[in-house]
């Protein structure tokens, strides 16, 4: 089962030579165009991803590394897979409670950077206040963490957390995600999807 586990880290991180190096050959798959992967992830990673929705692989959070590959796919790959239905969010709320349980279990710190900014995630994608002020922390953390020569990619993940936190202080939700999600819009969330300015899908 360990090499499952790494099986997944490893396609999802690729390789880094130091704690606080990033492999820009996943940034595509990452930011910019993730639609292209998604048949991929379902051939490699589709058997583990309903193991997961089972519950057949929660004994994964005894280690960091399990506990950070149940976030990646509960958290990303399920975007990947159910891309545009509501599918793609259903398992967030268990991405977050694994992502709180594992860092009050000290489980980030023995993460290299990288992967603490995945790790933390599901908390950005939440849509509640209380998590949305445990993810900048967490953020803000990690920067400090990161030597300064290496800090530029982990300045940028701050700052989409600062992005999802202030939607949600707006609205309490990600309007967005209200035509996926079959919720009615108010006018002024439909006029702040359509400006554009903030848009995480």
Avoid at 14 to 33: E, H, Q, R
Avoid at 100 to 105: K, L, S, V
Avoid at 155 to 180: C, D, M, Q
Wanted: glycine share 6%.
């Amino acid at each position: 089962m360990t090499n499952r586990i790494e099986d997944i880290l490893e396609f999802w991180f690729g390789f880094f030579p130091t704690p606080y190096t990033v492999d820009v050959s996943k940034t595509d798959m990452w930011f910019k165009n993730g639609l292209s992967y998604d048949s991929e992830i379902f051939i490699k990673f589709g058997v583990d991803y309903d193991k997961a929705l089972k519950g057949e692989l929660d004994h994964w959070v005894d280690s960091s590394r399990g506990r950070l590959a149940l976030i990646i796919l509960l958290d990303q790959f399920s975007r990947h897979i159910h891309r545009g239905t509501t599918k793609s969010f259903a398992q967030d709320e268990k991405a977050q409670v694994l992502c709180i349980d594992g860092i009050g279990a000290g489980h980030d710190a023995k993460m290299h950077a990288v992967e603490r900014s995945f790790f933390y995630l599901p908390l950005e994608h939440a849509e509640n206040i209380e998590k949305q002020n445990l993810s900048i922390r967490a953020y803000e953390q990690l920067v400090l963490d990161v030597p300064e020569q290496y800090r530029k990619h982990f300045e940028v993940t701050l700052s989409f957390a600062r992005s999802h936190h202030y939607v949600i202080e707006k609205f309490g939700r990600f309007p967005e995600l209200n035509e996926i999600l079959d919720r009615e819009s108010t006018v002024e969330e439909l006029e702040f999807i359509a400006s554009g300015k903030y848009s995480f899908l």
